[in-house]
């Protein structure tokens, strides 16, 4: 016999899991959540600022997925969401959890490794840009870039190098390029004419002192053009 919660209005709570199921969290999300859980929070309001910054988009790009937990919060400000890992073992529990009613492209692709066919009007990368080298990320900016429509938004979120002496074991070894924001806006300016820098404490997302932020947001328009290779 189906539950019945005591307020109707809650009703649908028990209709939803007896007709779809309930959600799993994601590989990355489920680790998250096992050892950090006020950390989620801090990521899913990361993809908010990011789904409010490209709201109405048509075709957007997120680069490094990883498990791609918050990208419906993207999908709900715009109309279609292709998501990229290098990793097969993240992609994989991607397409495992994919929802219908939540359905986005999502693929095994090495940014590094070239561009994405096809001209995305905002492309975004998340927790990305302080895992690459520090002499590679030329050309992960510049295969970004060559992802996007002449008129597009690159948005790139990434820790400030002053939260690394408060960051976890785990975090510190694979954060191989962390920036302040005088380094984030250098290195979006080689690409684009306007370039603007948010801080981020927690899920707070503010226009503060850089040093002080522990996240920082480079948000980059007007692309300069195709720029030759290194």
């Known amino acids: 016999m189906t539950d019945r919660t005591r307020e109707p209005q809650y ?9 779809v199921g309930l959600t799993r969290l994601g590989l990355m999300s489920n680790q998250t959540w096992y050892d950090d859980p006020k950390r989620l929070v801090f990521v899913m309001s990361r993809y908010k600022f990011v789904s409010r910054l490209l709201s109405g988009m048509k075709n957007v790009l997120e680069v490094g997925c990883a498990d791609a937990f918050g990208t419906r919060i993207v999908l709900q400000e715009v109309a279609h969401v292709t998501a990229i890992d290098f990793d097969p073992v993240f992609v994989r529990d991607v397409m495992d959890r994919m929802d219908d009613r939540w359905r986005f492209d999502c693929r095994v692709h090495d940014i590094l490794d070239g561009p ?94 850089h040093p002080m932020a522990h996240y920082l947001f480079g948000v980059a328009c007007s692309p300069r053009g195709s720029r030759p290779s290194p």
């Not at 009703?11 to 007709?19: G, L, P, R, T």
């Open 11 to 19: 009703q649908n709570c028990i209709d939803i899991q007896d007709s």
């Open 116 to 209: 994405l066919d096809g001209a995305f009007d905002g492309v975004y990368a998340l927790d990305l840009l302080e895992h690459i080298p520090h002499a590679q990320e030329d050309r992960l900016l510049r295969n970004m870039v060559a992802s996007l429509s002449a008129t597009g938004v690159l948005v790139i979120g990434t820790p400030s190098i002053q939260s690394q002496a408060h960051a976890s074991p785990q975090s510190r070894a694979g954060h191989v390029n962390c920036k302040d924001g005088k380094g984030l806006r250098e290195l979006l300016a080689t690409c684009f004419h306007n370039v603007f820098i948010f801080s981020m404490n927690d899920e707070v997302v503010h226009t503060g002192f």
